[in-house]
């Protein structure tokens, strides 16, 4: 199992949006969440992910799952590109990757390459580089694009 809801209901005053809502979700399955406007789906969805708590009811997490939520109407910043908003998002890999980048940027600054400073960055870069390889975190850029692309080819 690695999502379990127990009796959850909300209530915005004297309105019910959900009402003791059960399901569990196990590896590998699926799930879609179905229903007319103002029947809940997106409140159910911020409670899964922490943004709005429940008035009532238990949520089970397995270890290791963080749920995210992205609102029908997000604050974007106009700034940034679709991927460099993603990469605003906390996801564990994508902070890996980010720091890394930040990591190089700050190494191509220091002219001195035997200096210290630049000796304690590098190793520093090292252990970030090492933590990416670990969790196969550089196909996480490779998959958000591949999901923006519509499962085309980053490349193509």
């Known amino acids: 199992m690695i999502l379990a809801c127990q009796n959850l209901c909300k209530a915005y005053g ?3 949006v959900l009402k003791n809502i059960h399901f569990h979700i196990e590896n590998k399955e699926k799930l879609a969440i179905v229903g007319v406007n103002g029947a809940g789906k997106s409140t159910l969805l911020k409670i ?3 943004q709005e708590h429940s008035d009532t009811g238990n949520i089970v997490i397995s270890n290791g799952l963080s749920l995210n939520y ?3 109407q997000p604050l974007l910043n106009p700034n940034l590109t679709i991927i460099e908003q993603i990469y605003e ?3 564990p890999h994508l902070l890996l990757l980010k720091e890394y ?3 190089t940027a700050d190494l191509d600054n220091i002219y001195d390459k035997t200096s210290k400073e630049y000796q304690k960055i590098a190793f520093k870069q090292s252990e970030i580089y090492q ?3 670990d969790n196969d975190a550089w196909q996480i850029e490779v998959k958000a694009k591949s999901i923006l692309l519509g499962n ?3 490349d193509g």
């Open 101 to 103: 980048k930040k990591l």
């Open 14 to 16: 004297i309105k019910e």
């Open 48 to 50: 899964l992910s922490g």
């Open 152 to 154: 085309k080819s980053p």
């Open 89 to 91: 998002c906390k996801h």
């Open 70 to 72: 992205l609102s029908q």
């Open 131 to 133: 933590k990416i390889e």
